[in-house]
């Protein structure tokens, strides 16, 4: 099957199989040459900034509690976690968008990770040698540091699974010049990074991660703001999950003190993520914070327009515990359902 060309990437898996250029030309078909890269890349997110190792996130039984079987979707690729648990779900096709290019090549990694190494292996690759998931190791007995030849030799069989630019990203990381135990994913930790490793489904069961592993195929991954990436994309989708994007870029906007220009931008994104959904199709966006804060209402009310456009909201309010920090956390899920088609 001839793969799209490099115009509109469209027909991902319906009507005929997989369709899009190998994941290396789907780079190339991100590069922006004609400076369409706009607000979405700035602030602390952008192509140059680090991903986050493991989910902070945890939107787990929510996202699958409306079975995604079949379903054509469209996610944040973060760390890499969610396309792969909506992949293990059954979604068909999931296309994943990053605005950093080093967080698309940790979607890479993991991937071939989960299709190449048994449990025990890939959460060591990952974590040992950091000092936060020291803890989790040692309750499932698994060793809290790896030589470096020894990550190498693991990198070997994963790195034939990965992109020409992936590769060239990770061989440095993962083969280097003077070996040592230190991690190579050190340097790509956040505040909360690796605080909530119990929570993630692959990482505290290897039976959920066998499960994972069974569903970790190819996916494109799209090296762009979602808001752009959605725009670009010609096909339509019954989930468009956005993660903490509109929470992020209403502080992004507040902290410049723009509220007008934060209306702007969300109005123009949701108009393009209502284009996108199919009927019956859903919107789901995550907020850290509480169900009961009040500043949920308010930020809830700044998508009044989804509500306009026939769309009926459901809240699902998330509770999680972090065995590191002793606390639990509540945040929300906000999925607002495509119920009318004009």
Known sequence: MEPVGPGEISNLGRDGGLQFPNQAELYEWCDDPGGEFRVEGAGSFHRNSPPYLMATEHPWPHLAGRSPHGEAVVCIAGSGDIPL??????????????????????????RAALRRLPYEDYVTFFLSGLPRASGFL???????????????ALYDVLRQGLSAPARE??????????????????GFLHTLDLFTLEEIPC???????????????DYPILN????????????????????????????HFLAEENPEGYRTWLETFLR???????????????????????SLTADLADFALLGDCGMRLDVHRIEYASAALGSRFRNVLAVWEKTRWD
Do not use: I
């Open 224 to 251: 762009l703001p979602m808001d752009l990436a959605l725009r670009r994309l010609d096909m339509l989708f019954d989930m468009v999950y956005v993660s903490n994007v509109p929470e992020y870029m209403k502080m």
């Open 85 to 110: 648990f909506l992949l293990q779900a059954g979604a068909d096709p999931v296309v994943a968008v990053d605005v950093s290019t080093s967080a698309c090549f940790l979607n890479e990694l993991k």
């Open 203 to 217: 990482l505290s069961d290897p039976a959920r991660y066998t499960a994972w592993s069974a569903g970790a195929k």
């Open 272 to 294: 393009v993520v209502v284009k996108r959904l199919a009927p019956g199709g859903r919107f789901c966006s995550y907020f850290f914070q509480s169900g009961e804060a009040p």
């Open 138 to 152: 040692h309750a499932r007995r698994l060793p809290q540091s790896m030589p470096a030849v020894e990550r190498a």
């Open 169 to 186: 990203f990770w061989d440095d990381r993962c083969r280097p010049a003077a070996p040592s135990e230190s991690s190579p994913f050190q």
